[in-house]
């Protein structure tokens, strides 16, 4: 069983280093607060970084904070403050558009007092 578990945690490893390896060993980590309610808005938040350059992205509902494994010569840290800004949420450096904000589903709505009913 020893010797299993060995071998499935080097084909994991080996899974993780193939992919940092597809995109020349160059991927970046960083993270930052995105202003956010729930599983929905988490949801979008990580929803607009399926984007070429962007790895992975997690969102955590209760630090608001965001998690972000990207390729630094595809796209730049800004760009991807931008993208999460456009789909309606602020970041650290970046305020949502007024019209994004306004399209979130009401509860998803931080600035206000809104409650969500999607937990």
Known sequence: MK??????????MSVVSAADATA???LKRDSFK??????????????????????AALW???TKN?????????????QIHHLVA???????????DTTAYNNLEKCCQY??????SHE
């Not at 010797?3 to 084909?11: D, H, R, S, V």
């Open 86 to 96: 456009a789909a309606g949420y602020d970041t650290d450096i970046e305020k949502a």
């Open 34 to 55: 995105v202003s956010g309610n729930c599983g929905m808005c988490k949801t979008n938040i990580e929803g607009s970084l399926k984007v070429p350059g962007v790895e």
């Open 66 to 78: 965001l998690q972000v494994k990207y390729d630094p010569a595809v796209i730049s840290i800004g």
């Open 111 to 116: 600035r206000g007092s809104n409650k969500c």
């Open 24 to 26: 020349g060993g160059k």
């Open 60 to 62: 955590n509902p209760d």
């Open 3 to 12: 010797k299993q578990i060995i071998i499935i945690a080097l084909l994991i």
